[in-house]
T-cell receptor
Framework: GIQVEQSPPDLILQEGANSTLRCNFSDSVNNLQWFHQNPWGQLINLFYIPSGTKQNGRLSATTVATERYSLLYISSSQTTDSGVYFCAVGMNYGGSQGNLIFGKGTKLSVKP | DAEITQSPRHKITETGRQVTLACHQTWNHNNMFWYRQDLGHGLRLIHYSYGVQDTNKGEVSDGYSVSRSNTEDLPLTLESAASSQTSVYFC???????????FGQGTRLTVV
């Protein structure tokens, strides 16, 4: 099946710093989403981005589907950005096209 | 507002008991999913459904079953709960293959 690898696994930042999280995937996808899991365990949708670039406030994401990677940028980080960031992809073919396959996540800690 | 809700949010049960976790969505989405989240494994797919009367096994389906009798609900049943099924369970839904998926708030299940 498709492999989803996220890097780095852990990241510690000082408040105000910028960061880039990476998601590599091993096959053609019809869906790519970035989620933030907050300290209460809730999965928050950040971006639905199977291709192209999107921005939402301090966060932006880029997916280059032909090269099988996606990047999540966090600028001017805040302590509320702490948590785990997941990348999830859906395969572009096969009987299970609708399913999301998750990476293992990047754990971000933002220090005041 | 349309939403996806899980119940209960927390449950403790004994080994060998049958347990059912509820998932209800009001978006009229065709696709519904159940995942479990464990430390070191990320989110793994248990079962999924692409429509009424359609159910399929995911990566970790042993010991679980689902049924889809209407569009809104996909209950997850643990036939005979085991300690290995202690986990956080997430339900999700999406309109169609490749479209954005949305997650419920999760159910923390402890099997003692």
């Amino acid at each position: 099946g498709i492999q989803v690898e996220q890097s780095p696994p852990d990241l510690i930042l000082q408040e105000g710093a910028n960061s880039t999280l990476r998601c590599n995937f091993s096959d053609s996808v019809n869906n790519l989403q970035w989620f933030h899991q907050n300290p209460w365990g809730q999965l928050i949708n950040l971006f639905y981005i199977p291709s192209g670039t999107k921005q939402n406030g301090r966060l932006s994401a880029t997916t280059v589907a032909t090269e099988r990677y996606s990047l999540l940028y966090i600028s001017s980080s805040q302590t509320t950005d702490s948590g785990v960031y997941f990348c999830a992809v859906g395969m572009n073919y096969g009987g299970s096209q609708g399913n999301l396959i998750f990476g293992k996540g990047t754990k971000l800690s933002v220090k005041p | 507002d349309a939403e996806i809700t899980q119940s209960p949010r927390h449950k403790i049960t004994e080994t060998g008991r049958q347990v059912t976790l509820a998932c209800h969505q009001t978006w009229n989405h065709n696709n519904m999913f159940w995942y479990r989240q464990d430390l070191g494994h990320g989110l793994r797919l248990i079962h999924y459904s692409y429509g009424v009367q359609d159910t399929n096994k995911g990566e970790v389906s042993d010991g679980y079953s689902v049924s889809r009798s209407n569009t809104e609900d996909l209950p997850l049943t643990l036939e005979s709960a085991a300690s290995s099924q202690t986990s956080v369970y997430f339900c999700a839904s999406s309109r169609r293959v490749g479209s954005e998926a949305f997650f419920g708030q999760g159910t923390r299940l402890t099997v003692v």
